[in-house]
Structure formats: C-alpha cells, structure tokens
C-alpha cells in the first residue's frame, strides 16, 4: 500500500509562488497527480503525470501558471503554482492510480491533503 505525504502549502499572497511536494512511502510506477478541494466545493481535477514524465496535463483555469513534475529517484511528485489567484485556495491532495485519468475514481492513493490559501 503506497502512502503519500504532502508538504509545501502555506499561505501566500495574490500572485505568489508555492512549489507542493509529495513523498511517496516506495518506489512507484504510478500516475501521479494533484486534486483540490475549495470550501463549499467538489473536489477537482488539477494536474497529472505519467511514470516517466512525458506525458502531464492540467485543468484549464490553472495550465499556464501550474507545472507538475516528478523525480522518480525521491518517489517525489511537486507541483510549481505560479500567479496564484484567490481562487486557487483549496486543500490539495497528492494521488496515485493505475490510469492517466482526470478522475477521481481513477486514482487509488490519496495524501491527507495539504491546505493553501491566497490572500488579496
């Protein structure tokens, strides 16, 4: 069973930077990604990445100011979010599954989350 530890969140000001990391308790061939979850709102899709990096994709509102990336070496997935807009405040969850898939039901592993939050 693959465990994952997120770190990175904090607070940050509107148009700020924060790079999310993500362990993983072993070595894994997984897909691995990042969903969020704003107060009051569904969990969603942000951003995932295949085994060896080549192939990456991210929800619309964040794809030119977030950038997913993974050092297989570490068992290390980050995430590089660039701009951020009040709306980005969310917990952000670290996941891992079977299928290069914006899904949630798709994605096997979950960290416990990790809180970021943009002020004005």
């Known amino acids: 069973q693959v465990q994952l530890v997120e770190s990175g969140g904090g607070l940050v000001q509107a148009g700020g930077s924060l790079r999310l990391s993500c362990a993983a308790s072993e070595r894994t061939y997984y897909v691995m990604g990042w969903f969020r979850q704003a107060p009051g709102k569904e969990r969603e899709f942000v951003a995932t990445i295949n085994w060896r990096g080549s192939s990456k994709d991210y929800e619309d509102s964040v794809k030119d100011r977030f950038t997913i990336s993974r050092d297989n070496a570490k068992n290390t997935v980050y995430l590089q979010m660039n701009s951020l807009k009040l709306e980005d405040t969310a917990v952000y969850y670290c996941?891992?599954?079977?299928?290069?898939?914006?899904?949630?039901?798709?994605?096997?592993?979950w960290g416990q989350g990790t809180q970021v939050t943009v002020s004005s």
């Open positions: 996941v891992a599954g079977g299928s290069y898939s914006y899904k949630i039901h798709d994605y096997h592993y």
